[in-house]
């Protein structure tokens, strides 16, 4: 049987971030460990009768599934640098002007399209994958295109494209 990976595309913002976060994970998860051991020895025989140990045991392994996952995540990752990145085409590191069309209501934006899990509204950051970044990447400026958002179907007009704020 052949597993295949799926690679996500992230900025090397976005990697530094996942790689503080698996140290973090690491760290806490030695930490469990440790308080593992400790509550282990302090029982006598162990896990019988010590709801800490077990509580101990369940947070212990959720940390660990996150780890693999983490992991993972970084090794199936490509980075996009930006010096790879072009005003042409909406790409990862672009950053763009758009109008936004929802029935009679008309906003516009300027985002800036990042990495798999690197949104952030507050910054104006928007992950290519999401439903308005797919629809954005890969288009050029002048371009109309729609998507399917939970509030239903939403017109995006391509106004700039630029690699500055």
């Known amino acids: 049987m052949t597993t295949m990976t799926q690679k996500t595309y992230i ?5 530094a971030t996942l790689e503080e976060r698996l140290i973090s994970l690491e760290k806490e998860l030695k930490e469990i460990q ?10 006598g ?16 392994e959720r940390l660990s599934k996150e780890i693999v996952l983490m992991r993972q995540k970084l090794a199936q990752s490509v980075v996009i640098a930006s010096k790879q990145r072009s005003s042409d085409r909406v790409q990862i590191g672009s950053i763009v002007r758009i109008s936004q069309y929802h029935g009679t209501q008309v906003r516009e934006m300027v985002l800036e399209i990042v ?23 890969n288009q050029e400026k002048g371009v109309s295109t729609t998507f399917e958002a939970p509030a239903g179907l939403v017109r995006i007009d391509i106004l700039d494209i630029s690699l500055t704020w």
Do not use: C, F, M
Not at 11 to 15: E, S
Not at 34 to 43: F, G, I, M, P, T
Not at 45 to 60: A, K, L, R, T, Y
């Open 45 to 60: 025989d162990g896990w019988h009768d010590n709801p800490g140990w077990i509580q101990i045991g369940q947070i212990e």
């Open 115 to 137: 990495g798999s899990g690197e949104t952030n509204i507050a910054q104006k950051r928007l992950a290519y994958d999401t439903p308005l970044g797919a629809a954005l990447i």
């Open 11 to 15: 900025t090397l913002q976005g990697k």
């Open 34 to 43: 440790e308080e593992k051991a400790v509550a282990y020895h302090a029982s």
